[in-house]
């Protein structure tokens, strides 16, 4: 089994250094090739993103380098003039930095999620760099992978990250003290009730999301009170919604079964087939 490692003499400690990352860049596969065969040039991503590596507060400032189809990457120390002073290879380091902000969206959501009242959430940059050792400046690019993986969560509705905060909006249903309170609630209307008013005011069909045909609502008003005895059921349907489409008015029907739309259809096709069979009446 071969293995990839880097390996020095007299060693004081095996224990690797810690190092911030103050920036994350993305480069695309034949720059990134060409920064792992000649790592000493000097790169315009480089110093396009340099970052000082002595802030005084004893720890070292680095640039991360990742590729855009590659999970390995490669930390920097910048030299201030567009190249590496030194440098480490990263097996796994997108995957590394993708762990540490997927901790940091759970503890967003689980914040917001439990505690908003509006739907409105706010965390400041700061307490993610004290929890979780992330540094979230603005067009570090840490910030745009942040947004991205709490814009993939479904309970996300919208993401803002800009003066030291991310401004997140969640999705009334994920908010426990939200739930229920968003369910829009029809009045209980049924079809007969709102037939007579559909009279002259354009087409209103009468659809159900279960069911591929759809009744046109002035069919239903031809019916003598007789005929209305056979479809009780259409006329007693619940009026779920009511929109507007391309063709006119629609009604979306529930509590009635969407075979009684194709019964409707069908009946009502062979009458009209009997009338013309039948030619005029004097």
């Known amino acids: 089994m071969k293995i990839r490692a880097e390996m020095g003499k007299k ?13 994350v860049v993305e480069i695309p596969d034949a720059l990134f090739a060409d920064f792992m065969d000649q790592p000493l040039e000097r790169y315009e991503f480089i110093a396009q993103n340099d970052i000082v590596p002595y802030h005084g507060d004893d720890i070292t400032h680095c640039l991360l380098v990742l590729n ?72 570090s690019g ?26 997140t909006t ?54 003598t009170p007789t005929e209305q005895e056979d479809f009780t059921a259409l006329l007693d349907a619940r009026v779920a919604e009511i929109g507007l489409s391309c063709e006119g008015v629609e009604i979306v029907l529930s509590d009635v079964a969407p075979e009684e739309l194709v019964r409707f259809n069908e009946a009502y096709n062979t009458f009209q087939e009997a009338e013309q069979a039948m030619g005029p009446t004097m």
């Not at 060693?11 to 920036?23: A, H, I, Q, T």
Request: glycine residues 10%.
């Open 68 to 139: 855009e189809s590659r999970a390995d990457g490669v930390l920097i120390q910048c030299d201030g003039f567009g190249a590496a002073r030194l440098m480490s290879y990263l097996p796994g380091a997108r995957d590394t930095v993708q762990a540490r902000l997927d901790q940091a969206v759970a503890h967003i959501i689980q914040q917001g999620t439990e505690h908003t009242a509006s739907g409105y959430w706010c965390v400041y940059c700061e307490e993610l760099t004290e929890k979780f050792g992330l540094t979230i400046p603005e067009g």
């Open 11 to 23: 060693l004081g400690s095996l224990w690797p250094l810690e190092y911030m990352v103050d920036k």
């Open 170 to 223: 969640f999705h009334p249903e994920f908010c426990e003290g939200l739930k229920g309170s968003t369910e829009r609630k029809m009045p209980d209307i049924r079809v007969r009730d709102i037939l007579p008013l559909l009279t002259g005011g354009g087409l209103a069909f009468l659809t159900h999301e279960d069911a591929r045909t759809s009744v046109l609502a002035q069919f239903l008003q031809e019916l």
């Open 142 to 167: 840490l910030d745009a992978m942040l947004k991205e993986t709490l814009e993939r969560r479904s309970e996300v509705a919208a993401v803002e990250i800009g003066n030291g905060a991310i401004e």
